[in-house]
């Protein structure tokens, strides 16, 4: 135990010891008022000796200075009691031998006992709630320089977050509310923080707030199993709210933070999927690729300038770009310009219903490997435009086979869908039926 660990236990068990010494009077005089003027001094002081040591002795044996008082628990405050109990059962085997417990009432005892467990768990709870922030959240004055943040999740990650923010810690964040699919915790609270209702209930409670002048700015995932459809909605409906959505950092990065800051991280892949992110075999697509003639269609697409930018970092012999979009083709085309230079490449515009384009593209650029990303994938849109989705997501895929098939194209790799497995909209069955 080093210096400082002993000055501590020395101070917790000589303020132990005075309470203890001070409650013995003390209980006394509960117990007989105005008499205990008339009492013995001698009995009491005598009493008052053996209490105190007795004491001094369990406090030893039990060792309730290794307990952080920053951190009381009820398992603590159960750990004193326990212990008061064996004082007052101590002296009263001592007093029974010594003085046959003649010179005191011996209902006193019950007054000590209760006295004591309170003098001595009060300063603990009092110390743990300065420290948590609580009592200090009554006179926070900043609370107008911290982000509101509504939590969704009522369990343990809420409790840890709303600790690890309590207006005591230097965070920048405030939880103003809390939202769960648990309709069991709408109504209660959590560190005084109340749970408003479900996720089904997000709008009416960002109204409500708002109305009290206490709008979040941002919305903290306190859970870490929410299925990946939930999440979806979540961020569909926090994004006409406009509030970020984010997840609460894992239990190691808030005790790496300590008391610093909080950081919060946004929602990731895996979050949206409901499942673990493949990863990707980078020398196996490196030997794929590398000094080869590759051609991507819907290569100005979300997908596709995504999959021609991992292409162009594995080093191709030469990339065709084929888009019918000029701007996404121009802007994948210069960010490439930028990116890789040395890279020989080609933009070309071109639809994939267009068979003779498309004909005369393979055939003029040749390529080794055609990854086909050319799709049409917004969902609502494809309800509208039943014929476009046929259009371009199956047929135009049948054309581009039977044109890489013309060209002697090696490799043809078709960018589908996990939701063609099951598909249950237009876009989903385009998909697998252009997989078929």
Partial sequence: MNARALRRSLLIFTHDTVLAALSFPLALYLRLGEQIVWWPIQAIQHGTAIFTLTALAVFLVMRLDTAVWRYT?????????????????????????????????RSFLVIEAALLSIMLCAPRVVYRLFKDGTVAALFERNAQDRV???????GDGADLFIRETAPGHEVPYRVVGI???????????????????????????????TGQGLRPQRIVLTRRQID?????????????LG??????????????????????????????LGRPQATLDRPAMQRLIEGRRVLVTGAGGTIGSELVRQIADIGPA???LVEQSEYALYRIDLELAERVPDLPRAALIGNVRDRARVGEILSDSQPDILFHAAALKHVPLMEANVCDAVLTNAVGTRIVADAARAAKVGTVVLISTDKAVNPTNVMRATKRLAEA
Wanted: aromatic fraction near 2%; avoid cysteine; proline fraction near 4%.
């Fill in 73 to 105: 628990s009820i398992g603590d405050l159960a750990r004193i009691v326990r212990a008061v109990v064996i004082i007052v059962a101590g002296y009263l085997a001592i007093q029974f031998i010594v003085t046959r417990l003649d010179d005191l009432p």
């Fill in 148 to 154: 509101p943040v509504l939590l969704v999740g009522a």
């Fill in 179 to 209: 939202v769960d699919d648990r309709d069991s915790r709408t109504g209660r609270r959590i560190r005084g923080i109340p749970v408003f209702g479900g996720l089904q209930d997000l709008e009416t409670v960002v109204t409500r707030l």
């Fill in 228 to 240: 990946g459809a939930t999440i979806r909605d979540l961020l569909d409906t926090a994004d006409v």
């Fill in 243 to 272: 509030i970020p959505v984010s997840r609460m950092p894992t239990l190691s990065a808030l005790e790496a933070a300590g008391d610093a800051q909080v950081q919060l991280r946004a929602i990731n892949v895996e979050d949206v």
């Fill in 318 to 320: 030469h990339i065709t």
